[in-house]
């Protein structure tokens, strides 16, 4: 059980396992598949590395900002239940993820849904949430185990195919789709992009006048962007917790220099998910010719920052204020009290802004964006008292996907018990039969738009 665990708990080894399946398949060269194989994993390990450095960044902005504004309450964290699951159903969260694999890779050879989710991490989240929610609901044993490996491979598959219509917007092609799940958010965050935004004032034609031409380069205008941010906001906070975050440091320094810190992540993510989409797209196209016939690989949000990076940073901000005006409301709902996760918000908001960009330009990015803050915020505020009831006190997951999974198998449990259930189960069978039987629709594709 503990190979299992470790195995999905480590993304670069499933993308490098992927590639080297990819390259052997297309019957390589030695040289090729070594040289494959290893660019793909570091690719995928300096986006991860990236990632870390704007996640300690924002470790020391999201603390500040509640002591600044003296914000209170629970803070949505996806690591903190899974800690607690794995302690209560370790043995059939790991049963869930290995065979969830199986089933969507099955899914995705034998119905038109393509897709093969690489996200490791998140496939653990979801296998803990399904664990923890079918035990409670009395399934144990091969059940618990079958039931929630056949949800958790389905999630996988029906999760990137919500998005894709977006997402091929954004890259132009359908070579690779979104492995994050969110599709929730990410999907109505390209509908309201669509719906109330204009696609050709994009956020990457920004007109600068020609004294602010520094900012027409992204990584400058994510520098200043966010040296704003964290001045105003260390400023605004006690300065003994500033002092004891830096050591001492001018306050005014540090939070420079954690600015620039996160523009450097920022930076070192663009810079990953280059080299590894270099080696995996191509790679993948072994396993799609050979193996699962027209699949394509599903991977982790990061991967659509380099297509409009400047939506990146609206989506985040945007989101953020989305957060914060759902976070004031909660108390008028009778809801917990969530504390905005600067994590999620910009990881998702991110996503949420490029996506809606790609739809609706600088409006769509900015109202998708403050749509998808306030769910991240009200979603997990509905689902904490469920996973209360589970055993997971003052602990929520911070995704869109995972809380909106766990309110409906929870409630549909409550209503209607076990048949509940067995009959989401039976909805989602009958959609993949019917995906068999329907042809693919065509679809024309612009061209990668990758900057």
């Known amino acids: ?120 991490h998140h496939v653990l989240f979801m296998a803990a949430l399904l664990a923890a929610v079918l035990g409670t609901a009395g399934f144990e044993g091969v059940e618990l185990i079958a039931v929630g490996s056949f949800l958790l491979g389905s999630f996988m598959s029906i999760s990137p195919a919500i998005v894709q219509p977006f997402y091929r917007e954004v890259t132009g092609h359908d070579d690779i789709a979104m492995g994050h799940f969110n599709a929730l958010t990410y999907a109505l965050a390209g509908l309201i992009g669509k719906w109330f935004g204009n696609k050709e004032k994009s956020t990457e034609d920004l007109k600068i006048p020609e004294g602010l031409g520094f900012f027409r380069d992204n990584t400058i205008s994510t520098a200043v962007v966010m040296t704003l941010i964290y001045v105003l906001t260390f400023l605004f906070a006690d300065a003994a917790v500033i002092n004891e975050m830096s050591g001492g440091d001018n306050i005014i320094m540090f939070a420079i220099v954690q600015a620039l810190t996160f523009t450097a992540g920022f930076v070192i993510v663009l810079q990953g998910v280059r080299m590894m989409l270099a080696e995996i797209v191509p790679a993948f196209k072994g396993i799609s010719e050979k193996l699962v ?48 996760g600067l994590i999620p918000l910009f990881f998702v908001g991110a996503g949420a802004g490029v996506l809606a960009n790609a739809t609706g330009g600088r409006r769509g990015a900015i109202i998708g964006g403050i749509v998808n803050g306030l769910l991240l915020i009200l979603l997990p505020a509905i689902l904490l008292p469920l996973l209360g009831e589970l055993g997971f006190s003052n602990s929520t997951f911070g995704d869109a996907d995972f809380a909106f999974v766990g309110i409906v198998i929870g409630y549909f449990f409550e209503w209607f018990g076990k048949l509940g259930i067995y009959a989401i189960v039976s909805a989602i069978a009958v959609y993949f039969t019917i995906s068999i039987i329907r042809k693919p629709k065509e679809i024309k594709l612009s061209g990668d738009k990758v900057s």
């Open 293 to 340: 016939p027209n699949s394509k690989p599903a991977l982790d949000v990061p991967v659509i920052f380099p297509y409009a990076p400047n939506a990146v940073l609206v989506g985040f901000v945007s989101s953020v204020v989305g957060g914060f005006i759902m976070f004031l409301l909660l108390p008028l709902f009778n809801l917990p009290v969530i504390i905005p």
């Open 1 to 120: 059980m503990n190979f299992i665990y470790s195995f999905f708990n480590q993304p670069a080894i499933i993308i490098g396992l992927i590639s080297l399946i990819g390259l052997v398949a297309l019957k390589k060269p030695r040289g090729k598949i070594v040289n494959g194989t290893l660019k793909t994993v570091i690719g995928f390990l300096i986006l991860s590395a990236g990632g870390g450095i704007i996640s300690d960044a924002l470790s020391t902005l999201g603390p500040a900002f509640e002591n600044a504004f003296n914000v209170q309450g629970v803070i949505p964290a996806n690591e903190a239940v899974i800690g607690i699951a794995e302690n209560l159903l370790g043995t059939e969260m790991s049963l869930i993820m290995a065979f969830g694999f199986v089933v969507n890779i099955l899914i995705a050879r034998f119905t038109n849904i393509k897709y093969i989710f690489l996200s490791g």
